[in-house]
């Protein structure tokens, strides 16, 4: 098992889900939004909902069972990413965003620049959020990152579910070398796969988010050309900072040091 990192932040200022956009209530089955749990939303809709937030280790086993251990809450496994060399778990919240926990697959020998980011990590940490989009809004997405100096190819992904069902799906990655790491978010289209918060449990609420970096003017223009509506301060070191209400109380999943 890999060793434990900061799980509980302090220190910066956690911002309440109301300052967030979420998921898209219509992509839900007949039936529609859980009880008591109405997704905030931003009133404009040129901002980009968050479709999950990636939590990343060395390894899968390790890094469920560290979950597990501060929150209470069995992950549900996802599948193997072929091509990336990767595979995830995943948990599901009370809103339409979910959290991936993600790391290399040994069963696969394929390598990518995502998998060699996780293989270096000194601990796991949150590594991106990532943002629903069309694939028609791909081209200006991509023009955004290119005017900050990140290359950000869109490649065309899919994985197997424990049930045999392939789902399929575009997914844009910046370069995970790009010099603001986590503050690069990366963009989804589910295409016609039903979305994964559709089919997982309920397990805990996402309770805050928070974000600040030295350079926040920088973060925020890329953020605005984006569509990205994350709240964000200037602070003296970059930081990302998730809060998720557990069977075990708040547990706050925190980006690199």
């Given at each position: 098992?890999?060793?434990?990192?900061?799980c509980h932040a302090t220190g910066p200022q956690q911002h309440p889900l109301a300052f967030i956009a979420f998921g898209r209530r219509g992509r839900r089955p007949p039936g529609g939004p859980r009880p008591g749990h109405p997704t905030p939303r931003w009133g404009n809709?040129?901002?980009?909902?968050?479709?999950?937030?990636?939590?990343?280790?060395?390894?899968?086993?390790?890094?469920?069972?560290?979950?597990?251990?501060?929150?209470?809450?069995?992950?549900?496994?996802?599948?193997?990413?072929?091509?990336?060399?990767?595979?995830?778990?995943l948990v599901g919240t009370h809103t339409d965003v979910y959290l991936e926990l993600i790391a290399p697959d040994t069963a696969q020998p394929d390598s990518s620049p995502l998998r060699e980011a996780f293989e270096a990590m000194r601990r796991p940490q949150l590594h991106r959020f990532i943002a629903r989009c069309r694939s028609d809004e791909f081209p200006a997405l991509q023009r955004a990152y290119a005017d900050a100096g990140i290359d950000a190819p869109v490649r065309d992904m899919q994985r197997v579910t424990t049930t045999g069902e392939v789902?399929?799906?575009?997914?844009?990655?910046?370069?995970p070398t790009n010099p603001l790491g986590v503050f690069a978010p990366f963009f989804i289209d589910w295409l016609q796969t039903?979305?994964?918060?559709?089919?997982?449990?309920?397990?805990?609420?996402?309770?805050?988010?928070?974000?600040?970096?030295?350079?926040?003017?920088?973060?925020?223009?890329?953020?605005?050309?984006?569509?990205?509506?994350?709240?964000?301060?200037?602070?003296?070191?970059?930081?990302?900072?998730?809060?998720?209400?557990?069977?075990?109380?708040?547990?706050?999943?925190t980006s690199a040091d």
């Amino acid at each position: 098992m890999e060793p434990q990192g900061p799980c509980h932040a302090t220190g910066p200022q956690q911002h309440p889900l109301a300052f967030i956009a979420f998921g898209r209530r219509g992509r839900r089955p007949p039936g529609g939004p859980r009880p008591g749990h109405p997704t905030p939303r931003w009133g404009n809709e040129a901002v980009k909902e968050i479709d999950h937030f990636m939590y990343a280790g060395r390894d899968m086993d390790g890094l469920a069972a560290q979950f597990r251990a501060l929150t209470g809450i069995e992950t549900e496994p996802g599948g193997a990413h072929p091509g990336m060399g990767t595979r995830n778990h995943l948990v599901g919240t009370h809103t339409d965003v979910y959290l991936e926990l993600i790391a290399p697959d040994t069963a696969q020998p394929d390598s990518s620049p995502l998998r060699e980011a996780f293989e270096a990590m000194r601990r796991p940490q949150l590594h991106r959020f990532i943002a629903r989009c069309r694939s028609d809004e791909f081209p200006a997405l991509q023009r955004a990152y290119a005017d900050a100096g990140i290359d950000a190819p869109v490649r065309d992904m899919q994985r197997v579910t424990t049930t045999g069902e392939v789902l399929s799906w575009r997914l844009m990655v910046p370069d995970p070398t790009n010099p603001l790491g986590v503050f690069a978010p990366f963009f989804i289209d589910w295409l016609q796969t039903p979305h994964p918060s559709t089919r997982l449990r309920q397990a805990c609420g996402i309770a805050a988010v928070a974000a600040g970096h030295p350079d926040a003017g920088r973060v925020g223009a890329l953020w605005q050309a984006l569509g990205i509506g994350l709240p964000l301060a200037q602070a003296d070191a970059p930081y990302l900072h998730v809060s998720f209400d557990t069977p075990r109380g708040i547990v706050v999943l925190t980006s690199a040091d």
